[in-house]
């Protein structure tokens, strides 16, 4: 068969996705408790603020819940290999559905909503690395890229809509209200996942399973993502393409108020990307998978370098496209997960993509965290670009050093 012969052949698309058995309930359960999980953090804020009038603690509910994926990705990976996906999956559901339920006990201590919090964010990266896993043995080669971004995909529409309707409902039926429905959406998440999917069996079934044995084996996990030169790479370029673009909207508020617009004007910077990446990640689902491969290096380039328009202070709307434009290179991630398949064992796959999430969320969250104590002493605009070209450095460095994708074979 030729070059042209496989160019040729039609992409898998999402119609082919949702027609595996149990796709249909694996994205449906994201997509609901996704939902429910962003709407609950905006109740929390607000409920946490009425009761203290903090705005501190307040916003502790977003450190909340992104400060414990370093741990709970690190300590709990080898979970996601020792047991089947679709149970861990359930229990994680059930675990997040009791610990919402329980702030909703009357006159629970502010620190104990936190730490309830805490916990729900612990378990979240194991919760993504054993669906991941749970992906790649109901879908082929070919289609797991397309699921994988059809997961990022709603993750991106529930942010925007999430985080808008939360506020919006938490004033018109209470935080107490929002957090109770975000408690039933795990359990409907659990109910279609257990339900509604095939089982998988565990990729090191047999373990044994005590608490020291489960550590030393998420241990050899990411000593393995780390030993292994090529996933290594992979790993740490899905890790930096988010860390270094999101600073746009760490940075959303203080851009607008340099550029002297209302401050309600940051949310279209933050439209702006995630519907770069929605619109990234629809587009490329298009391409073949040798497309798609060779598609990696410009997308992760694009998503980089419109951040350096920011040193021309552009008025909002064209830094909103200007980050819808980096948003778009999120989709390189369709190119990137394929080559991490072919590059592992699948005995460490759920430790592998438990260590992908956490350490992509942890990337985020440093990300945003250095722009904004930079934000203090420089321009926004200024900090926005020059991250921008940082970042296009160190992918460029991981791109010389072997991440380029394999010729087709």
């Known amino acids: 068969?030729?070059?042209?012969?496989?160019?040729?052949?039609?992409?898998?698309?999402?119609?082919?996705?949702?027609?595996?058995p149990g796709m249909s309930a694996v994205f449906a359960a994201h997509a609901i408790s996704m939902a429910g999980t962003l709407v609950a953090e905006v109740a929390l804020s607000v409920l946490i603020f009425q009761r203290t009038e903090s705005a501190f603690l307040s916003a502790l509910v977003l450190v909340c819940s992104f400060l414990p994926y370093a741990v709970g990705g690190t300590a709990l990976s080898s979970l996601a290999d020792r047991f089947p996906p679709r149970r861990v999956l359930v229990v994680c559901d059930l675990?997040?559905?009791?610990?919402?339920?329980?702030?909703?006990?009357?006159?629970?201590?502010?620190?104990?909503?936190?730490?309830?919090?805490?916990?729900?964010?612990?378990?979240?990266?194991?919760?993504?690395?054993a669906r991941a896993a749970s992906l790649s043995?109901?879908?082929?080669?070919?289609?797991?890229?397309?699921?994988?971004?059809?997961?990022?995909?709603?993750?991106?529409?529930?942010?925007?809509?999430?985080?808008?309707a939360g506020g919006v409902m938490a004033a018109a039926v209470g935080p107490l209200w929002l957090l109770a429905a975000d408690a039933f959406s795990f359990l409907v998440s659990a109910a279609l996942i257990g339900f509604g999917?095939?089982?998988t069996p565990a990729a090191a079934a047999g373990a044994e399973r005590s608490?020291?044995?489960?550590?030393?084996?998420?241990?050899?996990?990411?000593?393995?993502?780390?030993?292994?030169?090529?996933?290594?790479?992979?790993?740490?370029?899905?890790?930096?393409?988010?860390?270094?673009?999101?600073?746009?909207?760490?940075?959303?508020?203080?851009?607008?108020?340099?550029?002297?617009?209302?401050?309600?004007?940051?949310?279209?910077?933050?439209?702006?990307?995630?519907?770069?990446?929605?619109?990234?990640?629809?587009?490329?689902?298009?391409?073949?998978p040798s497309n798609r491969r060779r598609l990696v290096i410009p997308l992760v380039i694009c998503s980089q370098i419109p951040l350096t328009g920011f040193f021309l202070a552009p008025s909002v709307p064209v830094a909103a496209v200007l980050l819808a434009l980096?948003?778009?290179?999120?989709?390189?991630?369709?190119?990137?997960?394929?080559l991490i398949l072919k590059e592992s064992d699948p005995s460490y796959r759920g430790r592998i993509f438990t260590v992908q999430t956490s350490g992509l969320m942890t990337a985020q969250g440093i990300g945003i965290a250095v722009s904004g104590a930079v934000g203090v002493y420089a321009q926004p605009g200024v900090v926005i670009g020059a991250t921008g070209i940082l970042g296009l450095l160190v992918l460029l460095a991981l791109m010389r050093r072997g991440l380029e994708p394999p010729q087709d074979d």
Not at 1 to 20: C, E, H, N, T, W
Not at 104 to 117: H, Q, Y
Not at 248 to 255: K, N, R, S, T
Request: charged fraction near 10%; aromatic fraction near 8%.
């Open 1 to 20: 068969m030729g070059q042209s012969d496989i160019d040729a052949k039609p992409s898998p698309g999402i119609r082919s996705v949702l027609g595996f």
């Open 95 to 129: 675990v997040s559905a009791t610990c919402i339920a329980c702030m909703l006990i009357p006159g629970m201590p502010v620190l104990a909503l936190l730490g309830l919090l805490l916990i729900t964010g612990f378990i979240a990266p194991l919760f993504q690395g």
């Open 137 to 164: 043995h109901l879908l082929d080669a070919e289609t797991f890229p397309i699921g994988r971004s059809l997961l990022r995909t709603i993750s991106q529409i529930a942010v925007v809509s999430g985080f808008a």
């Open 197 to 199: 999917t095939p089982m």
């Open 211 to 288: 608490l020291r044995s489960v550590l030393k084996d998420s241990t050899q996990g990411l000593h393995y993502v780390w030993t292994h030169r090529r996933l290594r790479r992979l790993i740490l370029v899905t890790w930096a393409v988010p860390g270094f673009s999101s600073v746009g909207d760490g940075l959303a508020v203080a851009y607008v108020a340099e550029a002297g617009a209302a401050a309600a004007a940051a949310g279209a910077l933050f439209t702006g990307y995630a519907v770069g990446t929605v619109l990234g990640e629809l587009i490329v689902t298009r391409f073949s």
């Open 326 to 338: 980096s948003g778009a290179g999120y989709a390189c991630n369709q190119g990137i997960d394929p």
